[in-house]
């Protein structure tokens, strides 16, 4: 056993799988320029609001990757401190089917499923998907 009820070979598994997804994104060769829009080469107003449009895309998708690094990097630290595979909220062991499919996962499946139903019945305290943030704390 390494932690949590996890085996040794299922620990370093997800620690691999998370390694290789950081150094993905890491790697990504996103460099500002991407986001730039030369005018220039645009011919009319609909080219140039296309161009807008794709950059935020792109410029959305580049921080839902910087949210997720952070996130990567979060639960490798974890794993590093043995507190990889508990439920933040109730404490138990988060399994290992369950965490191979999300590995950054910081609740079991009850406990999210019920946080899920309680973010979707109260507007306030809904999260945004890709700031991990609810309303009142984007502030």
């Known amino acids: 056993m390494a932690t949590n009820g996890l085996l040794t070979h299922q620990l370093h598994k997800i620690a691999k799988k998370l390694r290789t997804e950081r150094d993905q994104i890491i790697q990504k060769k996103n460099d500002v320029s991407s986001f730039c829009i030369d005018t220039n080469e645009l011919s009319d107003v609909l080219d140039e609001a296309s161009e807008n449009i794709e950059a935020s895309k792109m410029l959305r998708f580049r921080n839902r990757e910087i949210f997720y690094l952070k996130k990567i990097n979060k639960t ?36 999210k499923e019920e946080a899920e139903f309680g973010e979707k019945n109260n507007v306030f305290h809904k999260k945004s998907k890709s700031l991990g943030k609810a309303l009142h704390e984007m502030r």
Do not use: H, M, V
């Open 76 to 111: 490798l630290d974890r794993i590093e401190r043995k507190t990889y595979g508990l439920c933040d909220d109730c404490g138990e062991p988060i399994n290992f089917e369950r965490l191979w499919a999300r590995p950054t996962a910081e609740l079991c499946i009850a406990c």
